[in-house]
């Protein structure tokens, strides 16, 4: 007969499973006072969830759905996720379990991690690094100055690329190729990875654009709503295509996937100016404030 004390619940919970029902079943016993434990194989949560860009039957954004269970979980003190882990074994019996995990390692200190994926790239075991001699990079005086001093006010910061990317990107709208080989040279890291975050964020260029970027939100509330119709009346307003740039460099046409204003659908971004519940007719005028280079930058939703 199993004792008295073994019926006691120990007031813990392990959630296999780091989807969103993962998510959601881990936040639901942290908020009746059980400790929780999430343990996923993966490298991190989110499940298959994570590689969706909208869900059915009601198109909402993937992301937009997952995105604040995220954020939850890594703030509450009650749950502790476990990730690269697989359960090996259970004993005991209902209320009093006893689970061994296995967890791969990670060779870094999770706590100091930013999620660069710099070691990644540079981890000895699959990179074999061969030291080449690569002669140093001379910036023109125009470009050096505004960059050496960008990258003198961050470098010394933890996870200092991120900073330095940004305020490039916003004082030269985009990526020179002599630009990101200075980079790489003044901070460390390597060219081969400033290239992917340089490609991968949309905010970021590796190509000359104009003085106002205007991003069409391309998200499914705002195309259900006509942005595509908005899109098509700006190209043939500026007479050029999507993630094109007007000749005289004073604008480039963006479709973008979220700018984060369901509520304002559909709506348009320039700069930190958001235009929402747009209909065609309002085109003209957002255009002329942006072809005669008079945008001011200050916000402007209806």
Request: with cysteine.
């Given at each position: 007969m199993p004792s008295?004390?073994?019926?006691?619940?120990v007031g813990a919970a392990l959630v296999v499973g780091g989807g969103i029902g993962?998510?959601?079943?881990?936040?639901?016993?942290?908020?009746?006072?059980?400790?929780?434990?999430?343990?996923?194989?993966?490298?991190?949560?989110?499940?298959?969830?994570?590689?969706l860009d909208k869900t059915f039957p009601t198109n909402d954004c993937a992301m937009c759905t997952m995105a604040p269970r995220l954020v939850e979980i890594g703030r509450h003190k009650d749950i502790d996720i476990l990730s690269l882990s697989e359960v090996e074994?259970?004993?005991?019996?209902p209320g009093n379990f006893t689970v061994t995990i296995?967890?791969?390692p990670r060779f870094v200190d999770e706590s100091k991690c930013t999620g660069c994926g710099t070691c990644v790239a540079n981890c000895p075991t699959r990179t074999v690094v061969q030291p080449v001699e690569?002669?140093?990079?001379?910036l023109d005086p125009s470009l050096q100055e505004p960059v050496a001093n960008i990258i003198a006010r961050h470098k010394n910061r933890q996870g200092p690329l991120m900073p330095i990317l940004q305020e490039v990107n916003a004082t030269l709208n985009y990526f020179p190729e002599g630009v990101l080989k200075y980079i790489a040279q003044e901070t460390g890291y390597p060219l081969t990875h400033l290239y992917r975050v340089a490609t991968f964020y949309s905010a970021f260029s590796v190509v000359p654009r104009g003085k106002y970027i205007i991003n069409?939100?391309?998200?499914?509330?705002?195309y259900v709503r006509g942005s595509e119709r908005l899109m098509d009346r700006f190209a043939e307003t500026f007479k050029?295509?999507?993630?094109?740039t007007t000749p005289d460099m004073l604008v480039t046409l963006k479709g973008v996937r979220c700018i984060g204003c369901c509520g304002l659908a559909p709506a348009v971004m320039v700069g930190d100016s958001v235009y929402g519940k747009l209909t065609v007719k309002d085109v003209a005028g957002i255009a002329k404030k942006y072809a005669g280079g008079n945008g001011n930058g200050k916000a402007n939703a209806r």
């Open positions: 008295d004390e073994s019926k006691v619940p993962g998510m959601q079943a881990a936040l639901d016993l942290a908020s009746g006072g059980i400790k929780v434990y999430l343990a996923d194989s993966k490298p991190a949560i989110g499940g298959v969830m994570a590689q074994r259970i004993e005991g019996q296995s967890r791969r690569v002669p140093a990079v001379q069409v939100c391309m998200g499914t509330t705002c050029i295509r999507p993630e094109e």
